[in-house]
Nanobody
C-alpha cells in the first residue's frame, strides 16, 4: 500500500506561481511512476505530468514549458512547480502513483487562478 498526501494549492493571480507537493509513504519502492492529474469543473480529468522511476518526464501540451515535475527521494516527495499560471489552470490537482498492478491517489488540492 502507498499513501499520498498533497499540499500547496491555493489562490494565485494569473502569471503567478505555485508549487504542489505530494508526500508518499508505504511501499514506494514498488512504484513505476508518479504524476499529477487535474480536473476543472465540468471538464474531464486531464493528465498534467508524469515522472517515471527512470526519471523520464511527460507533460501535457497545455502545461509544457510552464510546469515542472520533480522528486526528492530523500523526502519521498514529488513536486509540481507551476509557473506562468493561467485561469484555465484552475482545478483540483491530484497526485497519483502506479505500481505493477495498482494505482494510488491523493485526496486532491484546489488550485484557483484569478484573472
Amino acid at each position: 500500500q502507498v499513501q499520498l498526501v498533497e499540499s500547496g494549492g491555493g489562490l494565485v493571480q494569473a502569471g503567478g506561481s505555485l508549487r504542489l507537493s505530494c508526500a508518499a509513504s508505504g511501499s514506494i519502492g514498488s512504484l513505476n511512476a508518479m504524476g499529477w492529474f487535474r480536473q476543472a469543473p465540468g471538464k474531464q480529468r486531464e493528465l498534467v505530468a508524469t515522472l517515471t522511476k527512470l526519471n523520464s518526464t511527460m507533460y501535457s501540451d497545455s502545461v509544457k514549458g510552464r510546469f515542472t515535475i520533480s522528486n526528492d527521494n530523500a523526502k519521498n516527495t514529488m513536486y509540481l512547480r507551476m509557473n506562468s499560471l493561467k485561469p484555465e489552470d484552475t482545478g483540483v490537482y491530484s497526485c497519483y502513483a502506479e505500481g505493477l498492478l495498482e494505482e494510488y491517489w491523493g485526496q486532491g488540492t484546489q488550485v484557483t487562478v484569478s484573472s
